[in-house]
């Protein structure tokens, strides 16, 4: 079916040669037309409009979408970079408050269209900004599978952590998490798995939990509709969070903390 005939919300199956992400949330965004279908040319005003979809605060979804549009930092080229002083870096976030997050920066200089930048999904993979290693679904960027299609024996493996065999718990998700530790520690030597990345990888469990389940609990039925098909689980009951109860700023800190505590590994 030609992508021009699919309203708006609806489901459709990735087009051929479409950009995808390693985030499957993003990815179900595209594939309900909420951003470009194809994956391409996103900009950031529509990235950002369509995290009201999930049941976000514009709050939270523009902590997440705008430092995305921050310059890649190239963590193999920074340290030819001139040290930024502590005025400066004073004064930059007084201007922008949220280049404080410049590090989950995935836009490339080229990427702009009549002086807008623009994003395709692929470039949320670029190593070092978001993407990072041990996540859930996917391997590591330097493993044969990459870091960004996902991984149908980790999505089973995930699934099967489920206590109960009908939803994923927040401690079910901090026993797999800590398992993905333990064997990417053995299957990639060059593993780079510190605290910052550990914050983003148990920070983006969180949002599921806040935005799918009820912070405490998901569905295994909604897990397997957003990484199985990166599709939002209407189909299986979910509605999003009306926007005086959305996911806000505060609800998604206490439920990163809540998060690493279940996973339960010091650094
Ligand atoms: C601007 C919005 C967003 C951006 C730019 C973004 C970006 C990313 C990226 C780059 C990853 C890959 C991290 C890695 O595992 O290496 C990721 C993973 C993930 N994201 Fe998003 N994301 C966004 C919104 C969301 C939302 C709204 C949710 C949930 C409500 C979400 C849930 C997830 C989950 C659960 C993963 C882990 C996948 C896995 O480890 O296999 N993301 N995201």
Same mark, same amino acid.
């Given at each position: ?5 699919? $309203?708006?919300?609806? /489901?459709?199956?990735?087009?051929? #040669?479409?950009?995808?992400?390693p985030c499957p949330?993003? #990815? $179900? ?36 979408? =705008?430092? !995305?549009?921050?310059?890649?930092? #190239?963590p ?24 404080? /997050?410049?590090? /989950?920066?995935?836009?490339? $200089?080229?990427? !702009? ?10 470039? @949320?993979a670029?190593h070092g900004a978001i993407e990072h290693d041990i996540s859930l679904t996917r391997r590591d960027v330097d493993q044969?599978e990459g870091n960004n299609d996902p991984q149908?024996d980790l999505i089973?493996q995930m699934?099967?952590s ?5 939803? @994923? !718990?927040?401690?079910?998700l901090g026993k797999f998490i800590k398992a993905r530790i333990q064997q990417q520690l053995k299957d990639n030597p060059g593993l780079v798995y510190g605290p910052a990345e550990h914050q983003v990888n148990c920070g983006q469990v969180a949002?599921?939990? %806040?935005? /799918? %389940? ?5 569905? =295994? ?26 996911? %806000? ?7 990163v903390?809540?998060m690493t !505590?279940a996973v339960g590994v010091k650094f």
């Amino acid at each position: 079916m030609p992508s021009q005939a699919l $309203a708006i919300g609806q /489901f459709a199956k990735a087009p051929h #040669n479409a950009s995808r992400s390693p985030c499957p949330v993003v #990815n $179900a965004l595209a594939n309900h037309g909420y951003i470009e279908r194809s994956g391409r040319k996103i900009y950031m005003e529509d990235l950002n409009a369509s995290l009201r979809h999930v049941g976000m605060s514009s709050l939270l979804g523009s902590v997440f979408a =705008i430092p !995305t549009y921050f310059e890649f930092q #190239n963590p193999h080229t920074e340290y030819r970079k001139k040290p930024v002083g502590t005025f400066e870096r004073v004064w930059a976030l007084i201007k922008n408050p949220y280049v404080f /997050f410049d590090y /989950f920066g995935c836009w490339k $200089a080229d990427q !702009t269209i009549e002086g807008r930048k623009y994003l395709n999904l692929v470039d @949320l993979a670029s190593h070092g900004a978001i993407e990072h290693d041990i996540s859930l679904t996917r391997r590591d960027v330097d493993q044969e599978e990459g870091n960004n299609d996902p991984q149908k024996d980790l999505i089973k493996q995930m699934i099967d952590s489920s206590s109960d065999k009908n939803n @994923l !718990t927040v401690e079910d998700l901090g026993k797999f998490i800590k398992a993905r530790i333990q064997q990417q520690l053995k299957d990639n030597p060059g593993l780079v798995y510190g605290p910052a990345e550990h914050q983003v990888n148990c920070g983006q469990v969180a949002l599921m939990m %806040g935005c /799918f %389940g009820d912070g405490k609990t998901i569905p =295994i039925s909604y897990v397997k509709a957003i990484f199985q098909d990166e599709r939002l689980p209407i189909k299986e009951g979910w509605t999003k969070r009306s926007w005086w109860r959305s996911m %806000g700023l505060l609800e998604f800190f206490g439920a990163v903390r809540a998060m690493t !505590t279940a996973v339960g590994v010091k650094f």
